[in-house]
């Protein structure tokens, strides 16, 4: 398992915490001024990050198995709602709660990557500022995201654990097939990353369908050895 590690901690973390810190250090910026034009600009700039924020909530949403209801983006806030009843866990909720921060991530590092290794248009690299600034500003999961992790806590203990155990084969799996097709070949970090995540929700669902399978087999099976 250390190959898939060594790029999630190496790799992406600091990648991770920097923007984080970053965007963290933006909105500080745009709370300070409030009557000025940065502030002004900031809130011009920020609707597109805002949108991919609450977008990546939605998208993550329906990878984990939890149904969202609706969203909503304004040019500074936005919020996704769930459907009602819904067994939501501390796994997902942590997963949807950060979307916004791991997707934007290699958003940026793609823009960044655009902008610094080719030669673009004026226009072109007008927007990619734009669109990076926008980035940082909705990066930073808001302070609701958090507190939502942390109401998730002590619910469905026991199913939590159940999908930790599904991510730890999935983990298991994606490492084998890494160090056994892809850790030779050339791909750009950002795609091996990319690579690596659909990977383990492909083997994490299915596994847990296949687990839901034979538990249905066997339950059929024994109503008809109960009936001989």
């Known amino acids: 398992m250390m190959a898939i590690l060594e790029i999630f901690l190496l790799d992406n973390v600091p990648m991770f915490i920097g923007i984080f810190i970053s965007s963290l250090f933006i909105q500080a910026i745009v709370g300070y001024f409030r009557s000025s034009l940065l502030r002004a600009f900031i809130y011009c700039s920020s609707f597109l990050g805002v949108a991919i924020h609450e977008l990546s909530h939605y998208i993550i949403s329906l990878l984990v198995g939890v149904?969202?209801?609706?969203?909503?983006?304004?040019?500074?806030?936005?919020?996704?709602s769930f459907k009602r009843n819904q067994r939501i866990t501390f796994f997902q909720m942590f997963l949807i709660s950060f979307a916004p921060l791991y997707i934007t991530s290699y958003l940026i590092y793609l823009c960044l990557k655009i902008l610094f290794s080719t030669s673009l248009e004026p226009l072109m690299v007008f927007f990619l500022v734009y669109l990076i600034i926008s980035l940082f500003i909705g990066a930073a999961p808001s302070g609701v995201d958090i507190k939502n992790v942390f109401l998730t806590l002590g619910e469905n203990g026991t199913y939590t654990l159940y999908q930790f155990f599904l991510v730890i084969i999935s983990f298991f799996i994606t490492n084998a097939i890494y160090t056994t097709y892809l850790l030779n070949q050339t791909f750009e970090e950002w795609v091996l990353s990319i690579m690596?995540?659909?990977?383990?929700?492909?083997?994490?669902?299915?596994?847990?369908?296949?687990i839901c399978l034979i538990r249905l087999l066997l339950k059929r099976l024994i109503l008809l050895i109960s009936r001989i």
């Not at 969203?71 to 500074?76: E, G, P």
């Open 196 to 210: 690596i995540f659909g990977c383990l929700f492909l083997f994490y669902y299915v596994i847990k369908y296949s």
């Open 67 to 80: 149904t969202p209801k609706n969203i909503f983006v304004a040019h500074d806030h936005g919020y996704v």
